[in-house]
Nanobody, 122 residues
């Protein structure tokens, strides 16, 4: 089992920044991937970013490239999502995910956090 604890969501004005964190514990070992997905009301879940723990390869959705950056702290088994230049379209519940599959696909993850709300006011 793997447990994920997210933090860092909140309300921010357009153009502002937030940093989300997700700490993993339990049966983690080096070949996993951690990612962020988001879901806005009435919309499907959307891939945001992912990082492979071994090697550090990162993946970002086109909609957030240049604004969001995923990173990790190996010692803390924690992944971060730095979100800059936020726009109203970024408003969603952001969920952390952990798995061993394809980084951009929800099916590539076996464990999910409960989610944290990000609201961008215009």
């Amino acid at each position: 089992q793997v447990q994920l604890v997210e933090s860092g969501g909140g309300l921010v004005q357009a153009g502002g920044s937030l940093r989300l964190s997700c700490a993993a514990s339990g049966r983690t070992f080096s070949t996993y991937t951690m990612g962020w997905f988001r879901q806005a009301p009435g919309k499907e879940r959307e891939f945001v970013a992912a990082i492979r723990w071994s090697g550090g390869n990162t993946y970002h959705a086109d909609s957030v490239k240049g604004r969001f950056t995923i990173s990790k702290d190996n010692a803390k088994t924690t992944v971060y999502l730095q979100m800059n230049s936020l726009i109203s379209e970024d408003t969603a519940v952001y969920c952390c995910a952990f798995g061993w599959g394809t980084p951009r696909e929800p099916g590539g993850y076996d464990y999910w956090g409960q989610g944290t709300q990000v609201t961008v006011s215009s």
